[in-house]
């Protein structure tokens, strides 16, 4: 399987909110991306026998071998392209060329890790897990330990006669198996995510050195467009293999100081909760929201084609709703004294009015971000940038947090009480602090919903929050305690009412933004992997409140 490109190219929580006073929303109806495929009936044959007859359709290997090359022919979101992987034991790079962009990703030596087409190179912690406890609990049941998480459910007579295996460990991905009932190749396979079935189809196979393989891989999401199709050209197995073709990459970041410089200064300020910086693109003076919610940078379409920027690789995405997004290369974007050069950035439908005079056509994010420490002091109303490799961390009372990269965003450990191992997005994009749907679920008896009575009768204000690409409800509860780093009590939150599942993730449990940050200064250390939170004065008060 090809994982490179899966996932959306870009996300974002970007939200904002305002308050309405109404009765409390009913839950969301069963998602039908969850149900088993159509026209499966009775089968004669066990689980055993069809994970037998699967596992042996593949063949294998001469003893000793260890290496394989693979190239392939891709095609996606119009562009064209090539995709290679380098196999050695547990180690393995895989390179993306796409278009005008190139990514990556790998294992070394036990680390994984990933780079972007910006260049970044980041550590993957392991944030999601669901794909490989699937695949755990399918090899597990192949071997007869079968705890109940893989099923036969029947056969299908189309798209061909098939034996249909459901996978679904707890907190793994949620898979139907097509195995064919006369090779046993595997040659379909659904996923449920995010709230959209996956399918991939997978035929063209050929045997190489007695391991079998489809030479045709296909992705389908739902959405025309968004097609991904792989074909083999080259594959061959024991060759040898350098260490150093393996080996993770430095990042190659496109920001820069000026020379000599390592402290500058942002045009930026805060209003309402949000971080607003100036910055320019050929010439042209733009708003940005700075929001460490985003993975990368991106700009309003239209204002894109105003510049004369070339879109290319379109694709339909879905974050708070669905909207279409496609990729560009700035040659030159400048922040103050920092500059981008040549850039790779989305572009999609962002823009919105911050004030009468303010209009933001852009997200700052990951890939700015990750190109240089950068302090929020929201009780000073101010933004700096510092150069990593000469930042000193400030002295005083601080909380380290503990950064996961893995989806480009800041995600830190939380909770509701003293102990933590929650996993909440820092979001500068959010002016609220947002509980995702399960966790609040699981967590129900600690979050009171806030309610008024008004002539005997109970209402629940619900705030309508709009994030990229459309709007949604939430409630808000206030909770004994919330901590991250710092804990602050009887705290306000908001859980989400309305199911809208790429907004919140699949790991995460909710987004920590304004309501909460604005008690620190907050440091972005994402060379060492670090969000920095030093009390300003702000926090003080609030706890003098209490």
């Known amino acids: 399987m090809k994982p490179g490109l899966v996932t959306s190219l870009f996300c974002s929580t970007a939200l904002s909110a305002f308050v309405t006073l109404a009765p409390l929303c009913a839950a969301g109806s069963t998602d039908p991306n969850s149900q088993p495929p159509a026209g499966i009936v009775a089968t004669k044959a066990s689980i055993a026998q069809v994970l037998a007859l699967y596992d042996s359709s593949s063949g294998s290997l001469p003893k000793g071998v260890t290496t ?41 030596h036990g680390h994984e890790w990933r780079q972007n087409e910006n260049g970044y190179t980041r550590s993957v912690s392991g944030v999601h ?106 594959l061959s197995y024991g060759g040898a293999v350098a260490p150093s073709e393996l080996a993770k990459p430095p990042t190659r970041s496109p920001l820069h100081f000026p020379a000599g410089v390592t402290h500058v200064r942002l045009p930026a300020r805060i209003e309402n909760g949000s971080i607003i910086v100036r910055l320019s693109i050929n010439g042209r003076g733009l708003d940005f929201k700075l929001d460490s919610g985003t993975s990368g940078i991106a700009l309003d379409a239209g204002v894109a084609d105003q510049l004369g920027l070339k879109r290319f690789g379109e694709s339909t995405h879905t974050v708070a709703g669905t909207f279409v997004a496609a990729n560009t290369i700035v040659p030159e974007m400048r922040i103050g004294d920092l500059t981008l050069d040549d850039v790779s950035i989305s572009a999609l439908p962002f823009n919105y009015k911050e004030d009468r005079d303010t209009e933001v056509v852009g997200l700052l994010g990951y890939d700015f971000l990750a190109g240089a420490v950068i302090k929020v002091d929201y009780y000073e109303g101010t933004v700096d940038a510092y150069d990593p490799g000469s930042f000193v961390p400030p002295s005083g009372t ?85 901590v991250a780093g710092a804990s602050l009590d009887d705290f306000r939150v908001y859980d989400i009412v309305d199911s809208v599942a790429d907004f919140q993730g699949e790991d995460q449990n909710g987004l920590i933004g304004y309501q909460f940050l604005r008690y620190f200064d907050v440091y972005f250390d994402y060379n060492d992997s670090l969000v920095l939170l030093q009390p300003n004065p702000r926090l003080a008060q609030y706890k003098q409140s209490m």
Not at 74 to 99: N, R, S
Not at 408 to 429: H, K, M, Q, R, Y
Not at 447 to 468: F, H, R
């Open 68 to 108: 394989s090359r693979e190239v392939d022919a891709i095609t996606a979101y119009g562009e064209t392209g090539t995709y290679t992987e380098i196999d050695a034991g547990d180690d393995f790079i895989e390179t993306t060329q796409l278009g005008p962009t190139t990514t990556a990703s790998g294992t070394y």
């Open 129 to 234: 897990e669901e794909e490989a406890r699937s695949d755990q609990a399918l090899n597990r049941a192949i071997k007869g330990e079968n705890l109940g998480s893989v099923r036969l459910l029947g056969e299908v007579a189309a798209p061909e006669r098939a034996y249909i295996v459901e996978v679904n460990p707890s907190a793994g991905r949620h898979e139907w198996l097509f195995i064919d009932a006369s090779t046993g190749r595997l040659f379909r396979r659904e996923e449920t995510r995010l709230g959209h079935r996956i399918v991939w189809t997978y035929d063209d196979f050929r045997t190489t050195d007695g391991l079998t393989t489809p030479w045709h891989q296909h992705l389908f999401d739902g959405f025309a467009g968004n097609d991904v199709d792989w074909r083999t050209s080259e």
């Open 398 to 482: 601080v909380y380290p947090l503990p950064l996961k990269l893995d989806d480009a965003v800041p995600v830190v450990s939380a909770s509701l009480g003293e102990t933590g191992g929650n996993d909440f997005i820092i979001d500068t994009g959010s002016t609220l602090v947002v509980l995702f749907q399960g966790f609040a679920q699981q967590h129900a008896a600690d979050l009171p919903a806030v309610s008024y009575t008004i002539a005997n009768k109970t209402y629940y204000p619900l705030v309508t929050a709009e994030g990229v690409g459309g709007l949604f409800e939430l409630q808000p509860a206030t909770v004994k305690h919330f």
